[in-house]
């Protein structure tokens, strides 16, 4: 996955034998250690929910939005999560601009999977009315520029976004108590996600004869 996800940029042979040569020595081009991660920044935007992260060279802004919706049939108490992704051919070459390709899907799958299998978010706590309404929680990832790492790059943004997110409290009222009340931030305090725990990617891969791990 991240080979296919990597830039269109080729190594050469020789280029190639020095970098094996190096990671036999337990030496890395750019004086990390073998398992040594990328130097990460996390930065938070002024809205809540918006996030950028720079892990290397590789650059990945995410932004979190939500609105209320019907919930599946087979899940009518829990809300939804769903992960969408956007490459610029600024980031890289081999991007496309326009309807997301094959690698801006799979990448949101991967992210997409790795939050919902993990369950990180309690999607139990998004349900307003069983059966009616939940809250639909939506991640959009912006690749910005792809130097590698790029799932754990998407994955961090995704997480660092949904800590920061805040949903707007809702209420039923009204003479049947049936009616929906969106309170705004001025009457109430918006509401924050409820997440049991940071499921956080880790890209590794292995060299020579099975015995150089990175």
């Known amino acids: 996955m991240e080979q296919r996800l990597a830039n269109t940029w080729q190594m050469t042979v020789n280029e190639r034998k020095f970098i094996e040569m190096a990671l036999a020595a337990d ?4 004086d990390r250690g073998p398992f040594d991660y990328r130097p990460c920044t996390i930065t938070f935007g002024r809205v809540g929910g918006s996030s950028e992260v720079q892990l290397g060279e590789t650059h990945v802004m995410s932004y979190v939005t ?10 009518p ?5 769903s992960i969408f992704t956007e490459f610029s051919p600024m980031a890289d070459p081999a991007f496309e601009a326009g309807r997301p390709g094959e690698f801006a899907i799979e990448l949101g799958r991967i992210v997409d999977r790795g939050l919902r299998e993990s369950g990180a978010v309690d999607m139990e706590s998004l349900c307003v009315v069983v059966g009616k309404l939940v809250w639909s929680i939506r991640v959009d990832l912006h690749i910005l520029d792809n130097g590698g790492n790029l799932i754990d790059a998407a994955n ?7 800590l920061t997110f805040r949903r ?4 039923l009222g009204g003479d049947d108590n049936h009616e929906l009340i969106i309170h705004d931030i001025e ?10 725990h940071l499921p956080v990617a880790v890209t590794f891969a292995v060299f020579g004869e099975g015995n150089i791990m990175v």
């Not at 961090?156 to 949904?162: F, G, P, R, T, V």
């Open 27 to 30: 030496l890395r081009v750019d």
């Open 66 to 75: 939500s609105q209320l919706v019907q919930p599946y049939r087979d899940r």
């Open 77 to 81: 108490n829990e809300g939804t999560l």
């Open 156 to 162: 961090i943004a995704a997480l660092a976004s949904l």
């Open 168 to 171: 707007p409290e809702c209420t």
């Open 187 to 196: 009457d109430r305090e918006p509401l924050p996600l409820i997440i049991h």
